[in-house]
T-cell receptor, first 118, second 112 residues
Framework: GAVVSQHPSRVICKSGTSVKIECRSLDFQATTMFWYRQFPKQSLMLMATSNEGSKATYEQGVEKDKFLINHASLTLSTLTVTSAHPEDSSFYIC??????????????FGDGTRLSIL | SQKIEQNSEALNIQEGKTATLTCNYTNYSPAYLQWYRQDPGRGPVFLLLIRENEKEKRKERLKVTFDTTLKQSLFHITASQPADSATYLCALNSGGYQKVTFGIGTKLQVIP
């Protein structure tokens, strides 16, 4: 149980393109989803937290107009990197937490999206 | 400032031995701490959660301890196998109950 599917797994595109990444919880309802980015040999950096039906909460230093997050249903959240530039190249990972149990429940992660901007 | 410290140097261990990984934290008062495994190019996979009022937690060959006085958690893998080779991340709640902050991880290599 608790499977999270993230798509696409890899994207290579030109500078200035907008890229959408999808994160789906396949067998549970995710009231909260998290978006992280990870640079090589660095820890996961939380970008934003999204609760279904409400606006995402962004971490300090993350541009909300650059990284658009939509959490329209209990099983789907999307991250759109708008007008991507080479410095946005990174490994983006989503995670989801279910309804039951409260804040100390583990997060279930997708397999990440490797974004490369040329 | 707040810090989560894991030994970023790789840990090499002989198959069959017990691997012990350390997670130290500064300026946090976590209600719980979690351990995850991450393989290259993949997302982390949850392993164990331990609460602040628990000293030890076990799951099969895994054992986690949590010492809130020392501000440290130890993660043990007994009878280690080459398949246990991966990066292990500790994570603790911060800035409220919902948010979790991750350490950089320790890469474990189990040598046959």
């Amino acid at each position: 149980g608790a499977v999270v599917s993230q798509h696409p797994s890899r994207v290579i595109c030109k500078s200035g393109t907008s890229v959408k990444i999808e994160c789906r919880s396949l067998d549970f309802q995710a009231t909260t989803m998290f978006w992280y980015r990870q640079f090589p040999k660095q820890s996961l950096m939380l970008m934003a937290t999204s609760n279904e039906g409400s606006k995402a909460t962004y971490e300090q230093g993350v541009e909300k107009d650059k990284f658009l997050i939509n959490h329209a249903s209990l099983t789907l959240s999307t991250l759109t990197v708008t007008s991507a530039h080479p410095e946005d190249s990174s490994f983006y990972i989503c995670s989801a937490r279910g309804k039951t149990g409260g804040g100390n429940q583990p997060q279930h992660f997708g397999d990440g999206t490797r974004l490369s901007i040329l | 400032s707040q810090k989560i410290e894991q030994n970023s140097e790789a840990l090499n261990i002989q198959e069959g031995k017990t691997a012990t990984l350390t997670c130290n934290y500064t300026n946090y008062s976590p209600a719980y701490l979690q351990w995850y495994r991450q393989d290259p190019g993949r997302g982390p996979v949850f392993l164990l959660l331990i609460r602040e009022n628990e000293k030890e937690k076990r799951k099969e060959r895994l054992k986690v301890t949590f010492d809130t006085t020392l501000k440290q958690s130890l993660f043990h893998i007994t009878a280690s196998q080459p398949a246990d080779s991966a990066t292990y991340l500790c994570a603790l709640n911060s800035g409220g109950y919902q948010k979790v902050t991750f350490g950089i991880g320790t890469k474990l290599q189990v040598i046959p």
